[in-house]
């Protein structure tokens, strides 16, 4: 059965700090991963990821994947309040579906 | 910047009522999903149409749910009848023709209240 774990499911920092998000798969004919933040509203794209090894950057977020290990993270240094969100990672597995399977989400609070 | 279009954004209803939620996907995206985000989870995928042509449904309660895409480009879902467990946000997403390793874009959500 197709699987996506998120770890930690909260997190609570001071502004300043630099967190990584975990994520972890286990999905039939792995195609890519995607990084997607939510706050009160629908998800926003961050990345996507289909090369091991390969970091994707974008200001303070970056993110990695590891096709051996079957995991990726995702670094948000320098925090700000505005980073608080729930962060989701999904995955594309189906072949010919083009379907994403999510996990339940990081909720990221980072306190002034 | 091309969005999609969901409303109403906001539903209450009682159950054993009937509700309808439209999506109006980008222009252009011929790929369009219907997802179930209950409070605390991801989002789960209920349908997903290529064009007018469903792709896949192996998720949807077909017993009271229902989803479709007549002409290729905005789509209804509709739960007749309403149950308490069917609160929650329905996102539904766009994107484009056969692309390989494509994001998906997400409409606002409609979030829904069953009573």
């Known amino acids: 059965e197709d699987k996506v774990v998120q770890s930690p499911l909260s997190l609570v920092v001071h502004e300043g700090d630099t967190v990584t998000l975990n994520c972890s798969y286990e999905v039939t004919n792995f195609r890519s991963l995607l990084w997607y933040k939510q706050e009160k509203k629908a998800p926003t794209f961050l990345f996507m990821l289909?090369?091991?090894?390969i970091e994707k950057k974008s200001g303070r977020l970056s993110s990695i994947l590891d096709k051996k290990e079957l995991f990726s993270i995702l670094n948000i240094t320098a925090t700000q309040t505005g980073d608080s969100a729930v962060y989701l990672c999904?995955?594309?597995?189906?072949?010919?579906?083009?379907?994403?399977?999510f996990g339940t989400g990081t909720r990221l609070t980072v306190i002034p | 910047e091309a969005e999609v279009a969901q409303s109403p954004r906001y539903k209450i209803t009682e159950k054993s009522q009937a509700v309808a939620f439209w999506c109006d996907p980008i222009s252009g995206h011929a790929t369009l999903y219907w997802y179930r985000q209950i409070l605390g989870q991801g989002p789960e995928l209920l349908v997903q149409f290529q064009d007018e042509s469903v792709v896949d449904d192996s998720q949807l309660p077909k017993d009271r749910f229902s989803a479709e895409r007549l002409k290729g480009v905005d789509s209804t879902l509709k739960i007749q009848p309403a149950e308490l467990g069917d609160s929650a946000m329905y996102l539904c997403?766009?994107?484009?023709?056969?692309?390989?390793?494509?994001?998906?874009?997400f409409g606002p959500g409609t979030r829904l209240t069953v009573t």
């Open positions: 999904a995955v594309e597995g189906l072949a010919g579906a083009n379907n994403l399977f």
């Open positions: 997403a766009s994107s484009p023709r056969d692309r390989v390793g494509y994001e998906q874009y």
């Open positions: 289909t090369s091991s090894g």
